[in-house]
């Protein structure tokens, strides 16, 4: 294993903790004591280290996990994670067996998948939570179906511990689209009230995921399902966040200055000669780029980073492995200094640094690469 200081010799990722167990008790003020957080440790745990996270998680209580694919929850498996951990997404018929092996739970997708369950040769029951699709439509069986819905609970190759929807708007404050959330939420109330009058057991209840969980907390399920926001970020500046809890960013992005260097006036830097120097700069190359998940397009957006606790723009192209910024106004920046890229200031936040690439946060954390090590914040 690498030592502390070769982790950190190019661009890292530093995860505080702390922070992550703030903002699980953050979270838990405004829920019912009925109501458990299922987290969301899908995509790598939005770029922030599947494992870390998961495994911190474990340790301060939190006993559901969610994931995207099979995959993800067999790694979570054999890394000795506990908890009931349900894939949030498709598997493919022939890969069940590992869903049984590995003891995760699968979504039932809607009434085709699981008739096609039916004739499969499984080991054992499939534990598994149902799906309906109260208007996102994406996946679940519609929740007008009812006769398609109630033979899902039927078939008896399934060991159905749950039942849930997604919610689509429920980060709007557009009125339009706080009443289509209130829709959904009545849809979906109402088909759980049909099924359990007509005798099936839905398992545990679960509707809300971040946003769901702050704008419309009146609400008592089993689980809230907790993604972006337990990460202490918002989805983008504009989401609609009414609670406004007490959050704080887990994560940081970090590199270092790999040379400093002057240029003068009609100088050009990077690809394309995209910025020239109006005057006599002074500039640094920073280890990092579009290959670690900072976005390209990012590039000539006035993007500031950090150095020496002073802001530095980001000029010219952004490179797979490399940037460059201006630090004219910095005082003794050397090679080796480091750069900070996201952390928890306005400037450099998750959500600013996603407004200016044109996209929303979870995608960027999520895209942040392979490359980048997890270390663990010095307490």
Not at 61 to 72: C, K, N, P, R, S
Not at 194 to 217: A, M
Request: charged content about 30%.
């Amino acid at each position: 294993m690498k030592n502390i200081s070769l982790l950190k010799d190019r661009a890292w990722i530093e995860i505080d903790l702390r922070n992550l167990e703030d903002n699980i008790q953050e979270i838990k003020k405004i829920l019912s004591k009925k109501t458990k957080i299922m987290a969301v440790v899908k995509a790598n745990a939005y770029g922030h280290g599947d494992l870390l996270i998961a495994k911190e998680l474990e340790r301060i209580g939190i006993e559901d996990f969610a994931v995207a694919t099979v995959e993800e929850g067999i790694k979570l498996r054999k890394n000795n994670i506990k908890g009931n951990i349900l894939i949030l997404g498709f598997t493919n018929f022939e890969d069940l067996k590992y869903v049984i092996e590995y003891d995760l739970i699968q979504t039932i997708i809607d009434y085709n998948y699981s008739e096609k369950i039916k004739v499969l040769e499984l080991k054992s029951k499939l534990k598994c939570h149902i799906k309906i699709d109260t208007g996102m439509n994406r996946i679940g069986e519609k929740y007008e179906e009812l006769e398609k819905i109630s033979k899902i609970y039927e078939n008896k190759k399934l060991n159905i511990l749950g039942t849930f929807s997604h919610l689509c708007v429920s980060d709007s404050s557009v009125a339009e689209d706080i009443e289509f959330t209130k829709e959904q939420i009545k849809r979906f109330d109402e088909c759980i009230k049909k099924l359990k009058d007509n005798g099936y057991d839905t398992g545990k209840i679960h509707l809300q995921s971040s946003y769901g969980t702050v704008n419309y907390n009146n609400l008592c399920y089993d689980y809230v399902r907790m993604g972006i926001l337990m990460y202490g970020v918002d989805s983008s500046i504009e989401s609609y966040n009414l609670k406004r809890l007490n959050l704080k960013p887990v994560l940081s992005l970090k590199a270092r200055i790999t040379s400093v260097k002057k240029i003068y006036k009609n100088d050009s830097v990077s690809y394309g000669r995209t910025y020239i120097a109006k005057n006599k700069q002074k500039i640094a190359s920073v280890s990092i780029g579009y290959a670690d998940g900072l976005p390209r397009n990012v590039s000539n957006k006035g993007l500031l980073v950090k150095v020496k606790d002073n802001y530095a723009p980001v000029i010219g192209r952004i490179c797979m492995d490399q940037l460059s910024i201006d630090v004219s106004n910095i005082k003794e920046v050397e090679v080796g200094d480091i750069v900070t890229l996201i952390g928890i200031e306005k400037e450099i936040s998750v959500e600013e640094v996603a407004s200016k690439s044109g996209t929303i946060s979870n995608e960027l954390l999520s895209r942040l690469g392979y490359r980048l090590n997890r270390i663990i914040k010095e307490k």
